[in-house]
């Protein structure tokens, strides 16, 4: 029998769209995975499956049989923005359904990332970085992780992979989700009033949403001015869930401490942007979780096999829901 197509679309380097065609074909060697390219349209008419990375919508609209659309990363905020922008409305009539990686290697690395920082916030490293800055030899008082609290936004495949391991570290943790959640440990929380006994309460904030039109600008005045004015916040999320000019006015006038920021509104932050030059914030060039190339293909050729035996979707975007 011969193989069926499964498209793969994206504007990654062409150099990466060959190395991720190179894994997917060793675990789906049953299939003939090829760039969308080199496909003709009687082909491109054909496929049933695509697997895409920052796909153009406009090459997707091609592909008029299409049923299933796998997305290799965790987000798909950026590619529903690119729909959306291209005048193609996704919603529950389009004819494919969309899915996007859910790896448990990489909520290992994003829970990996939030105990780093949390450790480092934990053991006063932005305080003693500063008294360096400024020759000060003086010793914090050492307090003990079950004397911190520490508050996730979001409790989805990465939050709740991170309140674990900061559980385990011996943390407080309080988790906030649209669905309240039952997490062993966990203080889980929902609703404006959740969110506000999130902000009071927590030592160290860990934003962990999706970007959608209700997280936008979520952590804006409002939020930060709950925050006691030692609380620590890290974004590891999407950068469009800050309001930028409200977080430099919070930590500006001492709202709270500091904020350690891995995602922004545009990426690669400009050069000019002053986020770069505040003393009380951290830039990471969008590393906490980078999808693992081998996990990441073998999740994907799981859920294709599964789908050639039974038919069977993995879960799909919410599409009203953005998540
Ligand atoms: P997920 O499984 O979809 O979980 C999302 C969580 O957010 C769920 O608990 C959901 O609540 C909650 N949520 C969504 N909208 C909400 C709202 N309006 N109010 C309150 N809670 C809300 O997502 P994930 O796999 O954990 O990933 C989270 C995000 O991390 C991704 O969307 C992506 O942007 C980001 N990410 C960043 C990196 C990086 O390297 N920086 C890497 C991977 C992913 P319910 O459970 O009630 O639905």
Known sequence: MSKQIIAFISQLALTEQESWIRQLSEVLPDENIVLADVLTQAQKQQCEIAIVANPDPNVVKQFTHLKWCQSLWA???SLLAAFKHSQQVLDDNINFKLSRLIDPQLAQTMSEAVLTWVLYFHRDMHLYQQQQSNAVWHQIDYKLASERT???LGLG?????????????????????????????VHCISGEQGLTELAVKSDIVVCLLPLTPGTR?????????????DTCLINFARGGIINTPDLLNALNNKMLAHAVLDVFDQEPLSSNSPLWQHNNITILPHISAPTHIKSASRIVAGSIKKYRKTGQLPTCVNLNQGY
């Open 75 to 77: 987000g798909v905020d």
């Open 150 to 152: 520490v508050g996730i």
């Open 157 to 185: 495949e990465l939050g709740q992979s991170s309140a674990l391991r900061l559980i385990d570290n011996g943390f407080n943790v309080i988790g906030w989700s649209r669905n309240e959640k039952h997490i062993k440990g």
């Open 217 to 229: 600008s979520l952590i804006n005045e409002n939020f930060l001015q709950q925050l006691a004015k």
